[in-house]
């Protein structure tokens, strides 16, 4: 007898004369093609879309910095003089530079009367500040203005993605203008490293900050002391890192999958209970017609 190798078909045929089409089972079949298609191209868009997942730990993620962190620094005095102003940074490590000017630069504002001071610095990994003030100058005011408007303050990388929405310029925009122009101002910054890997793997460092002020005059013995705008900082030795990821193919393929497999067969028994239902409800009419 030769060997039948149709024996291993496990989905066996069934003659289209034995079967019997239903407006049920048809009202079925297009709600489930619906639904299917529905389901997958819900699935397809999530396979699609990258998705940022974000993790945190206790780390310094960016070991090649040198203990460095690089600022970017806009603010507007606009009434304060070019001449009068300076950027001055001390740290814990024992930094302590007066009147900072590499990679700095200072715009007139109101026909010389105010200025504008744009600069890109560096920071060591420790607490400290930096501060705009008049210390730098040859002679000092007797009453400088300090009201401002920051335009821009952030740390690190500039990171040009959309789908992540942090505190990397939490001073940008802050006006004080209306404030006493004789008071010290007070940033107390908390950074928090930030990490950012896309999908290729490269990674962008950045920093995030959250913020707190204070406005204050300040007197000694010697009368009141000269105004200036602090920005002190501390690091948080927490890292947030974000991580661009896409749902793996195989993944994606078993999905499909089981919403195909799964609705197919919910949608077979439906059709054979309402079937069933049916048939004997006919037969109880039958009944009592007899």
């Known amino acids: 007898m030769p060997f039948d190798f149709r024996r291993f078909d496990i989905y066996r045929k069934v003659p289209k004369d034995l079967t019997q089409p239903t407006y049920t089972g048809a009202i079925i079949s297009i709600c489930c093609c619906l639904f299917i298609l529905f389901l997958f191209l819900s699935e397809l868009t999530g396979f699609i879309t990258t998705e940022v997942v974000n993790e945190l730990y206790v780390d310094d993620p960016d070991k090649d910095s040198g203990g460095k962190i690089d600022v970017s620094l806009n603010i507007s005095l606009?009434?304060?003089?070019?001449?009068?102003?300076?950027?001055?940074?001390?740290?814990?490590?024992?930094?302590?530079?007066?009147?900072?000017?590499?990679?700095?630069?200072?715009?007139?504002?109101?026909?010389?009367?105010?200025?504008r001071f744009e600069g890109q610095f560096s920071i060591n990994k420790v607490p400290g500040n930096f501060h705009v003030s008049t210390h730098s100058a040859t002679a000092q005011p007797q009453n400088p203005d300090m009201t401002h408007v920051?335009?821009?303050?952030?740390?690190?990388d500039t990171l040009q993605v959309q789908n992540v929405h942090g505190a990397f310029n939490a001073l940008g925009g802050a006006d004080r203008l209306t404030s006493n122009p004789l008071a010290s101002h007070d940033y107390i910054l908390k950074i928090v490293p930030t990490v950012y890997e896309d999908k290729s793997g490269k990674q962008q460092y950045s920093y995030q900050y959250t913020v707190a002020n204070k406005e204050y005059v300040a007197y000694s013995h010697t009368g009141r002391i000269?105004?200036?705008?602090?920005?002190?900082y501390d690091l948080s030795p927490i890292t947030v890192k974000y991580t661009e990821r896409r749902q793996p193919l195989y993944r994606f393929i078993t999905t499909i999958c089981a919403i195909i497999g799964g609705t197919f067969t919910v949608a077979g028994i439906l059709d054979s209970c309402i079937f069933t239902a049916s048939e004997a409800w006919k037969?109880?009419?039958?009944?009592?017609m007899h």
């Open 283 to 288: 037969k109880i009419q039958l009944g009592k």
């Open 150 to 156: 920051i335009h821009k303050l952030s740390f690190g």
């Open 78 to 115: 606009p009434n304060l003089h070019c001449e009068l102003v300076g950027l001055d940074i001390q740290d814990e490590m024992g930094r302590h530079e007066v009147g900072h000017i590499d990679n700095s630069m200072k715009i007139p504002l109101n026909n010389g009367a105010g200025c």
């Open 226 to 232: 000269i105004p200036a705008i602090w920005f002190r």
